[in-house]
């Protein structure tokens, strides 16, 4: 018998200060930028910086952060930074970077702003996963 596939997870705003940044879910992020902690306070809280969870925000299976109006590398002023982008290791193959990236766009041209980037390690499987999307890639 054929067992239905349940329904994707929605992509839903958070407020960054109720997103457990504790949670296993970071721990990657945390093992490679060691100041995460102190950033998210710092920057993502206290500016209440647009984020997008899919699943709870005390254990996210996915997230985005965007910062409006960061015109790096000479891009536009009405340029927006994803500055976070992230999905589970447990919930790959899932598509939910798909419904994350869709949610985050779609919040980006309602801002609206002309552009969009963020920034990927050579070594990051976005590299790779974004250019269908519409990015390419621009050495900084």
Request: contains cysteine.
């Amino acid at each position: 018998a054929l067992h239905p596939s349940p329904p994707p997870p929605k992509v839903a705003p958070a407020d960054p200060d109720g997103v457990n940044v504790r949670s296993e879910f970071f721990s990657s992020l945390t093992a490679s930028y060691p100041e995460f902690y102190e950033w998210w306070q710092g920057k993502v809280v206290t500016q209440g910086r647009t984020t997008f969870v899919v699943g709870e925000p005390d254990d996210p299976q996915a997230l985005s952060v965007i910062k409006e109006n960061d015109s790096d590398y000479g891009l536009p002023p009405d340029t927006t930074k994803i500055c976070t982008f992230k999905v589970s290791q447990d919930a790959r193959g899932q598509r939910y970077g798909e419904l994350l990236l869709k949610a985050t766009l779609t919040r980006i041209r309602a801002i609206p702003s002309s552009t969009t980037f963020l920034e990927v390690a050579a070594d990051n499987e976005l590299v790779k996963w974004l250019p269908p999307f519409g990015f390419t890639t621009l050495d900084g």
